[in-house]
């Protein structure tokens, strides 16, 4: 347990007076996110928080190595997330700068997941209920690209809030620590406690109202990690399929994210056009204040997150069948909320 404890005050303390330099550079520099239309907030706020947690992230990790002997073992996954990181968070940083098209960022995202499916964060079998175990060999790369894809536009796209990525992340990465500290893969414990730790290391510069933002760059790397982490915990038994638990674990932003493609979709859109149309825009619009909205969604994921770890303990059939209603639920949720936008909307106009 002590090492869990030091590991974690070096990954908050890492994040956190990181991220003061990080602050003092990005002012210096001009590297600021100024007001517009879609923002809201309404002086020019510094970011590349992003760059700040990557460091956390690697000093952690080196401090693992360190502070814990058998993490000689993990030298492998260790690496892969640091190379990794690396180059989301490169990419994330000229997304920031320049700009990206959805293809250009598509492929970038692809690369990174097949370089981290040869460094052991893969899924190589997939547990279906009567149906039995698929192993999937080389092609379980298809299913890595898509399950990275999914978590880092997820984390992507709910970020635009102050503290609603960051508080978000950490809810999910505490859910899947609570479900795995059970299970013999103490790796899998030390990464979820440093994506802890980073993220709560990181939300008193965030936190409404923020004083830096971690842009695409930030945003990236916590849905990297996210995916890694729940690459690495995936309990493949035949008895449950394996990537359900942590998919609902990171139900909000998963969520929001399929919920505001298909809309997009059906309107003639592109899906990748960001809107305010989010989860989280829909709250506020209500009349619930940034912080009301962001503590909200918290509870969602961690009620998501309790629910993970109930369904865990349960049989696949249930867990499938649970999942889908939750689902549902969401779907109902927003579609409600979407219906009192517009009648305060027509209100308001009358």
């Known amino acids: ?8 005050a070096v990954a908050f303390l890492g994040s956190w007076l990181l991220n003061f330099q990080v602050r003092a550079m990005a002012t210096t520099r001009g590297f600021l996110d100024y007001p517009s239309e879609r923002k809201l907030h309404t002086s020019p706020i510094p970011y590349g928080g992003g760059v700040g947690l990557y460091f956390a992230l690697v000093v952690a990790l080196v401090g693992l190595y360190y502070l814990y002997p058998p993490a000689l073992l993990f030298r492998n996954q260790m690496l892969g997330l640091i190379i990794g990181g690396m180059i989301v968070v490169l990419f994330g940083l000229w997304d920031d700068v320049a700009g990206s098209g959805a293809l250009l960022k598509l492929t970038a995202e692809a690369l990174v997941a097949v370089f981290m499916y040869y460094m052991g964060f893969r899924i190589d079998r997939i547990s279906v209920p009567a149906i039995g175990t698929l192993e999937l060999g080389y092609f379980g ?4 690209i898509f399950w990275f894809w999914l978590m ?28 795995t500290f059970e299970q013999a893969q103490p790796f899998n414990n030390f990464l979820a406690i440093i994506v802890i730790g980073i993220c709560t290391g990181f939300l008193p510069h965030n936190f409404h109202p923020a004083k830096l933002f971690m842009g695409d760059a930030g945003s990236l790397i916590l849905g990297f990690l996210i995916a890694a982490l729940s690459l690495s915990t995936s309990t493949k038994v035949p008895t449950m399929l ?21 809309r997009r979709i059906l ?21 619930l204040s940034q912080r009301r909205t962001v503590l909200f969604l918290y509870y969602i994921s961690a009620y998501l997150g309790v629910m993970a770890y109930v369904l865990s303990r349960t049989s696949a059939q249930i867990t499938i069948v649970v999942v889908g209603l939750l689902m549902l639920g969401l ?8 219906a009192l936008n517009e009648k305060s909307r027509d209100s308001g106009q009358q």
Do not use: C, Q, W
């Open 141 to 144: 790369i298809i299913p890595t």
């Open 152 to 179: 880092m536009n997820a984390i992507n796209l709910i970020d635009g809030l102050d503290g609603l990525a960051a508080g978000v992340v950490a809810i999910s990465a505490g859910t899947i620590l609570v479900i």
């Open 1 to 8: 347990m002590i090492y869990y404890l030091a590991i974690f």
């Open 267 to 287: 309107r003639g859109k592109h899906p990748f056009r960001a809107d305010t149309k989010h989860l989280h825009y829909r709250l506020m619009a209500l009349g």
């Open 242 to 262: 394996p990537l359900l638990i942590p998919f609902l674990a990171v139900g909000m932003p998963v969520f929001d994210t399929a919920h505001a493609f298909l």
């Open 331 to 338: 779907f109902l949720l927003a579609e409600n909320l979407a």
